[in-house]
């Protein structure tokens, strides 16, 4: 069947493929949710290792700005040029929601800044837009948002975005230059820029990593959609998700490269979940997209998960679970067999709210430090899920158990439920402003001759300084620690009685009751706390991380601590940030439609009792003759010594933390 869940407050109409019988269904969210007829039960899959190799690197290089910057997969496209590029309505095919609306906010009291933090140990300048544009001999596009992954184990760091990385040691030192993605996965380059025609790679996005305690491997995850062919950037259909696994402790050394299609269209051995193309009625066959990918494990699986969309289509089709034999995996093994959960497939009984049975969207799986995992039922993987990407505002979080994953070792399928836990009140919030400060992108725009040089016309008017994105209420990074289960999500909030910012709501739950030990909000007055994430030593002793941007900051990499004897305590700046977003997603002219991108998410890791946090914020500012100075090149024009790109200047910050025993 395909349910239409149109505007707030609205009805709809479902309608069974077998059936002219139609039943009303009050939903207060605004989504298009596609629920076809499937097989019961989960769906067997294998994955295949690829010869993998060690960490490569080709230098920094390139002009700061050619005719081809933006890859049409991660940007917005234009909904009638016939790509393939976009969903149909201008929208990015990657990154999508389903909340396009702010729902009610939540109300709280007011936290101080603290003006030391004794906490903390270190801090590490994480990769930038500089790095990311001019990686691999420049053969790379201008990308917002970061998208941040972080692992960290046996004395080493790793720090991912879009589309780089790069590995640090224990100090915070880099041991590896910066490493474009499509390089570190044997694919041709995002974009060869010294041939002609052009040539394209496959498009890679949503980085994730982690290290396992327990087999001492490392796992790197990212979305990698095919081209057409290799001089269009329009999209073949197939989609995959690439899981490289180190094969020993050390993440310089060698890994092997397993692919897990997720297209789910029937073809390359995949269900067929019954997207479609193309974009407007009348409605055919056509590839899924494996969108959004996050990762956890247990003592026996390694589980990731998507969000379903059609690729061309505007269906949702709800949260896919993949969950493969982790000490196969980590054993290099040429083959590794898993099972696929869908949870928009009513036959596994897991449509959550009757009765009007939704999906999951963004579950996100657990991840437990120290290989302290949870043992019970034959071994259990906790995954927590976001109820007010459907509503506007609720009081509830979906806690999803997979139980017996042993039986993954012996080809055997887990089980899957899910319960809801009532929560305090949480909602999608608004965009995040900024204070006033230097933006010379957006000042070059009304400047003839630099205008022409980011591939801008010329503006008569400066476009205004962009609210930041924000995310919208899907749940963060995931912990099972000290038999808690932590969460964290964005939200609108009202602090003190001011008026509207963004915030932070956290939940440090018990899996077996579901009842919270801690949950609360974090946020500031006149100020909006954003992209949340969690990580969480073995005796319970956590950080949260995330950007902290308004009245009073510039955007900043912040934390607080969390525990779940007295929640969270006071907010600390690990790097205050120096000026505000400057980047091409917020400007006409240079996107269309303009959606400022922030985020899309943050990264923590626990390593012994101490904490790395990554988080997105803006390291740097220029004055329009500083960013105007310069021939094209990676330190000359628009790049302010080095120091940002042409069309962005976001950067990471990496906080090392102690929390103690």
């Not at 696994?245 to 490269?257: E, F």
């Not at 932070?504 to 899996?511: E, K, S």
């Not at 700046?573 to 922030?598: C, I, K, M, T």
Request: glycine share 12%; proline share 7%; aromatic share 10%.
């Amino acid at each position: 069947m395909r349910t239409l869940v149109p505007k707030p407050h609205s009805e709809v109409t479902v309608k069974h493929r077998r059936s002219e019988s139609t039943a009303l269904i009050p939903l207060c969210a605004a989504l298009l949710l596609a629920l076809p007829a499937r097989a019961a039960g989960p769906t067997r899959i294998t994955v295949s290792a690829s010869p993998g190799g060690t960490v490569q690197v080709a230098g920094p290089g390139g002009d700061s700005v050619t005719a081809v910057e933006f890859d049409l997969a991660q940007t917005s496209g234009d909904a009638d040029s016939g790509d393939g590029s976009d969903d149909g309505e201008g929208n990015p095919v990657v990154n999508r929601t389903i909340a396009h609306h702010a729902g009610a906010s939540a109300v709280a009291k007011g936290r101080s800044t603290a003006k030391s933090n004794p906490e903390f140990l270190t801090g590490v300048q994480g990769l930038n837009f500089n790095n990311q544009r001019f990686a691999n001999g420049g053969n790379q596009f201008s990308v917002e948002p970061p998208d941040q992954g972080l692992c960290a184990g046996n004395g080493f760091v790793i720090e991912s975005a879009n589309d780089v990385l790069r590995i640090f040691d224990s100090t915070g030192t880099p041991v590896t230059p910066v490493v474009d993605l499509n390089t570190f996965y044997g694919y041709a380059p995002a974009i060869n820029r010294a041939v002609s025609p052009l040539q394209f790679g496959p498009s890679i996005t949503d980085p994730s990593c982690y290290f396992d305690p327990d087999t001492q491997r490392w796992f790197h995850v990212v979305l990698t959609l095919d081209r057409a062919n290799a001089f269009t950037q329009s999209l073949a259909g197939s989609n995959h998700l690439d899981i490289a696994v180190s094969t020993s402790a050390n993440p310089t050394g060698s890994w092997v490269v397993y692919h897990l299609p997720v297209q789910n269209d029937g073809t390359q051995g995949t269900p067929d979940h019954g997207c479609v193309q193309p974009r407007r009625p009348p409605f055919v066959h056509g590839p899924c997209l494996g969108d959004y990918p996050h990762i956890g494990a247990d003592a026996n699986g390694f589980y990731i998960t998507t969000n379903e969309f059609d690729l061309a289509g505007p269906f949702f089709y709800g949260s896919q679970i993949y969950a493969l034999d982790k000490h196969a995996l980590a054993a290099n093994s040429a083959s590794v067999t898993g099972f696929l959960y869908n949870t928009g497939d009513p036959s596994l009984g897991v449509l959550i709210d009757a009765p009007n049975d939704l999906p999951g969207f963004t579950v996100w799986p657990a991840q437990s430090p120290a290989g302290v995992y949870n043992s019970a039922n034959g071994g259990t993987e906790f995954f927590m899920s976001s109820m007010a990407v459907f509503y506007g505002f609720d009081t509830r979080v979906s806690v999803w158990s997979m139980t017996n994953t042993s039986a993954l070792s012996s080809g055997q399928a887990p089980n899957l439920s899910i319960r809801i836990a009532d929560t305090i009140g949480y909602g999608v919030p608004s965009s995040s402003f900024q204070k006033p400060g230097a933006i010379p992108l957006a000042q070059c725009q009304t400047d003839a001759v630099c205008a022409g040089r980011v591939g801008s016309a010329l503006r008569t008017t400066q476009n205004a300084e962009a609210r930041l994105d924000s995310n919208d209420s899907r749940m963060q990074q995931v912990v099972y620690a000290n038999g808690k289960l932590w969460g964290s999500l964005d939200t609108g909030l009202i602090i003190d009685g001011t008026d509207q910012q963004n915030g932070i709501a956290y939940f440090i739950l018990n899996p077996d009751s579901l009842k919270a030990f801690q949950q609360g909000y974090v946020g500031l007055a006149n100020n909006n706390a954003n992209y949340p994430t969690i990580a969480v030593t073995p005796s319970g002793r956590g950080v949260l991380a995330f950007t902290l941007v308004g009245a009073d900051h510039y955007p900043s990499a912040a934390y607080t601590s969390l525990d779940a004897k007295i929640g969270a305590g006071d907010i600390h700046v690990s790097a205050e940030g120096a000026g505000p977003q400057d980047g091409f997603s917020g400007y006409a002219g240079l996107a269309n439609p303009v959606r400022p991108r922030w985020g899309d998410y943050g990264a923590a890791a626990a390593d012994g009792n101490v904490i790395w946090t990554a988080s997105e914020y803006t390291a740097q500012t220029c004055t329009f003759a500083q960013y105007n100075a310069g021939p094209s090149s990676p330190t000359g024009f628009g790049t302010c010594g080095g120091t940002r790109g042409p069309l962005g200047n976001w950067s990471t910050f990496l906080s090392k933390l102690s929390v103690g025993p």
